[in-house]
């Protein structure tokens, strides 16, 4: 799988949050060959990172990309269904991110690992986030990424399990274009902060944008701040 620029972005845009600075364990769901788990355990050398990948080929490749890293000692992977995984678990997670699969209904590829990481029937996103809140510890934080069309209905999705969106970004390639996805960051909730909720108390989301190239087709501050650590060259 080839190793795109949003994922790369969002990568590090989690990575900047304090919340997942200062966790212990951190959850990567369907990790593909471990990119996500990589960039977080340069962001956090003492976090142990736990990479779920159902799909064999990219499992293998992020097993081998694990131990040729810096960091092989923090990353655990795992071969398997977050829904098996979660059934047998018994460890929480301050942090869990993820960058799902998101077609539905488009043309599939011939490629069957690649309808895999890429289409949404492998994973629903109900059971996705389902999954994910039974592995969230109370108050942790859950990092996604999904194309800007399909933003609001994780959203909705999340607050039926009790996750609130405290912070989104649009991205968008240059000004002139419209988002193309948006990162998201998700609270799981006291049983007390959803009631109050429901009654007067509605959390402020942090609503920013971020472009990745500027007029002169060049990386933009903002995505220089942010991919300054990660890419060889900026």
């Known amino acids: 799988m080839k190793v795109c620029t949003d994922a790369c972005l969002f990568g590090a845009w989690a990575a900047s949050d304090q919340r997942l600075i200062n966790a212990h364990k951190i959850l990567d769901i369907g990790a593909g060959t471990g990119l996500l788990s990589l960039l977080l355990a340069q962001a956090n050398i003492n976090a142990t990172i736990t990479a779920v990948e159902i799909e064999p080929a990219a499992a293998t490749e992020a097993a081998s990309n694990f131990k040729l ?23 929480l997670y301050d942090v869990i991110i993820t960058n799902p699969p998101f077609y539905e209904g488009d043309l599939k ?26 592995l969230i510890s109370k108050g942790g934080s859950f990092f996604v990424l999904v194309p800007t ?3 609001y209905t994780m959203q909705k ?12 970004v649009l991205v968008h390639n240059t000004a002139k274009n419209l988002p193309i996805r948006a990162m998201q960051k998700f ?10 909720e429901k009654t ?3 959390i402020q989301v942090k609503r920013t944008k971020i472009y990745i190239k500027d007029a002169d087709n060049n990386y933009s501050p903002e995505f220089i701040a942010l991919l300054k650590d990660y890419y060889l060259h900026l």
């Open 69 to 91: 890293s810096p960091w092989t000692d923090q990353l655990h992977l795992v071969h398997d269904a977050i829904q098996n995984y979660s059934k047998n678990a018994n460890t």
């Open 109 to 134: 590829s011939p490629d069957e690992n690649k309808n895999t990481a890429a289409h949404s029937t492998a994973l629903p996103w109900n059971v996705l986030i389902e999954n994910a809140t039974k």
């Open 149 to 151: 069309l399909r933003a």
């Open 157 to 168: 999705l999340c607050d039926t399990q009790g996750l609130q969106l405290v912070a989104e």
């Open 187 to 196: 609270v799981k909730q006291h049983v007390r902060q959803i009631d109050a």
């Open 200 to 202: 007067n108390d509605v």
